[in-house]
């Protein structure tokens, strides 16, 4: 399977749906994508509009400056010491590392690349484009023999499962007895809600609990799109095993992978600045707070959901129907079949509508 062999892009099946939720009196809540709607902070738009003399090619190893900053984010936010600027690399957002890292790392047919059960689909893309196997489990035990990649997705799209740090012990441990890379996607990593992930940082794979700062077989990667609205930017990064670090640098400087320079020195910007991610978290949580009880008073039952920017919901209904009946309140929201095999009755209602917008929904979904 290559290129060639993919499916059509799911979310043309939601179209006709769109439609219908668009005729609604009050015009249509979006609830299916999970696209910033506010505001990127001033002082990241500044740092962007101050380097756009940007004449020479960007580094693909990225700025010192934006080096440092990654490192230095790790330690503040995520509490994982001892890292080296030799152990983190910018990318050009975080959907484009997913899917060709079993690409950059060599992967083939005969190879497993393992993904969450509930997963949105960019994992089993990447194991298509090689030719290698893609195989949906989430219990450590399960991973099979063969597997050269293992992603562990938290916090969880689209089911906001969070892995604590004796879980992704073990899955690193179990990693190792396969000779397999764990990759950590942590896109959502800021935006915890149920306890103790109100208070408490969600673990990173490379927490000192899960690994020591060698990471050997370990990567880290996050996105800047959630926490600090830059999903235009394409701002994200990697971070981890310094050899396998070096092999990704190697081949993303011959594709040409490398982040604009201006967005690079945004990025320094957006990691620095913690003041305005806890302002779009409350957003979040406001937004969360006004949607939840409102899709529960409809009938339908949150699962998991701890945090995320999503709300993984099913009223016992196959998706289609769900999405037909919120269709008719001029409701949009993403259909489980998209996210796994065993989830066709699960709806995903994601928080990035602006808030005028959420409460529409929320009035809409109580008179169900």
């Known amino acids: 399977m290559g290129v060639a062999d993919l499916a059509e892009y799911p979310w043309d099946a939601v179209a006709p749906y769109a439609e219908r939720a668009r005729r609604h009196p009050d015009g249509i809540v979006d609830l299916s994508v999970g696209s910033p709607v506010d505001e990127t902070p001033q002082r990241v738009r500044d740092a962007l509009a101050s380097a756009t003399d940007a004449h020479a090619y960007p580094q693909t190893v990225g700025t010192p400056a934006l080096r440092e900053a990654i490192v230095d984010w790790y330690a503040r936010r995520r509490g994982v010491v001892g890292l080296s600027t030799a152990q983190v690399l910018p990318t050009v957002g975080s959907k484009e590392l997913v899917a060709l890292l079993p690409l950059l790392l060599g992967l083939g047919p005969g190879d497993v690349v393992v993904h969450p059960r509930a997963a949105y689909p960019t ?97 880290s990667v996050y996105s800047l799109s959630k926490q600090s609205n830059l999903a235009g930017y394409r701002a994200a990064f990697l971070a981890g095993d310094a050899q396998i670090v070096g092999r990704l640098l190697t081949a993303r400087k011959h594709l040409g992978l490398m982040v ?109």
């Open 123 to 219: 994992y089993a893309v990447g194991a298509a484009l090689v030719g290698a196997t893609a195989v949906a489990a989430d219990d450590p035990a399960q991973w099979p023999e063969g597997a050269r990649l293992i992603w562990v997705n938290s916090p969880g799209n689209p089911d906001g499962r969070v892995w604590d740090a004796r879980s992704l012990a073990s899955a690193a441990a179990r990693a190792r007895e396969l000779g397999a890379v764990l990759a950590g996607d942590e896109c959502y990593a800021e935006l915890g809600w149920d306890s103790p992930w109100d208070t408490e940082p969600i673990p990173s794979v490379l927490d000192p609990r899960v690994t020591d700062p060698t990471a050997s077989g370990i990567l």
């Open 260 to 368: 604009p320079a201006p967005v690079q020195h945004a990025m320094v910007a957006a990691l620095q600045d913690d003041a305005d991610v806890a302002v779009q978290k409350e957003r979040y949580r406001a937004r969360r707070d006004l949607l939840k009880p409102a899709v529960e008073a409809a009938g339908f039952r949150v699962d998991s959901s701890e945090a995320g920017l999503y709300l993984w919901a099913t009223e016992g209904r196959d998706a289609w129907e769900s999405l037909d009946r919120l269709a008719d309140a001029g409701i949009l929201a993403g259909p489980g079949h998209f996210y796994g095999a065993g989830f066709g009755q699960h709806v995903r209602f994601a928080l990035t509508a602006p808030d005028e917008r959420i409460a529409a929904a929320a009035a809409r979904l109580q008179s169900l």
